[in-house]
């Protein structure tokens, strides 16, 4: 069955450091995808991005980077000199297909609080 | 750009009565999902539409939940009757194809049950 394991459910650092958040998958399927959303204080859901299983390159977007390796099923994300506005709930999330085949599904992780300090 | 649209923002209710929560996708995606999230639960799928057929409503109750996508430019989702522990915040999200693209979620509909 498909799971996406947030291990860390909150976290503190100052502002200006670097901060790693962790996520681990399980999934039967061979195709899937997986995605990083953000969750500030607001309560909006907003996507950061989104990673195919046969794409293994790792990706940098400005302070973001995100390190998939599909040997041990885990796809982190990486903030770079960490700011105040960084400070928000992150889910990883995996979209795989369901058991009988016909259409994919989307599981969140439990989310890991983020709390930037200035 | 584009938005997932939810109606109304905030929902405040009594006990026993009848919840309607709207959900406008962005044109021309063919998938929607609503999720439910609560401190205890986190988020979870509630029911999920491609090309406006339900394909999975496994997660939700189905004595009291509904859903429906009665045209490809809204989604709703009813709670009838409604009870204390439906009081969550509920999202709707929608994307294109089978995820390669991503999913937008709308800003969710925060339902009070007292």
Redesign the interface.
């Known amino acids: 069955a498909q799971k996406v394991t947030q291990a860390q459910t909150e976290i503190s650092v100052v502002e200006k450091e670097d901060v790693t958040l962790d996520c681990v998958y399980e999934t039967r399927d061979t195709t899937y995808?997986l995605?990083w959303?953000k969750q500030p204080p607001s309560?909006?859901?907003?996507?950061l991005i989104?990673r195919?299983s046969f794409d293994e390159q790792n990706e940098i977007s400005g302070r973001y980077s995100w390190n998939f390796q599909k040997s041990t099923s885990s796809f982190n994300f990486t903030i770079t000199a960490s700011q105040v506005v960084d400070s928000a709930v992150y889910?990883c999330a995996l979209?795989d297909l369901?058991s009988s085949g016909?259409?994919?599904?989307?599981?969140?992780?439990?989310?890991t609080q983020l709390t930037v300090l200035p | 750009d584009a938005r997932v649209t939810q109606t109304p923002r905030h929902k405040v209710t009594e006990m026993g009565q009848e919840v309607t929560m709207r959900c406008q996708p962005i044109l021309g995606h063919n998938t929607v999902?609503w999720?439910r999230q609560t401190m205890m639960q986190?988020?979870e799928?509630l029911a999920?539409f491609?090309n406006r057929a339900p394909?999975?409503d496994s997660g939700m109750p189905k004595d009291r939940f509904s859903a429906e996508m009665p045209d490809a430019t809204l989604a709703t989702l009813k709670i009838q009757p409604s009870e204390p522990r439906d009081s969550a915040?509920y999202?709707c999200?929608s994307g294109l194809g089978?995820?390669?693209?991503?999913?937008?979620?709308?800003?969710?509909t925060?339902l009070t049950v007292v």
């Open positions: 995808y995605f959303y309560g909006e859901l907003v996507f989104r195919n889910f979209s369901i016909s259409a994919r599904q989307l599981t969140f992780g439990s989310g | 999902f999720y986190g988020l799928l999920y491609r394909l999975d915040v999202f999200a089978q995820g390669q693209y991503g999913y937008t979620f709308g800003s969710g925060r």
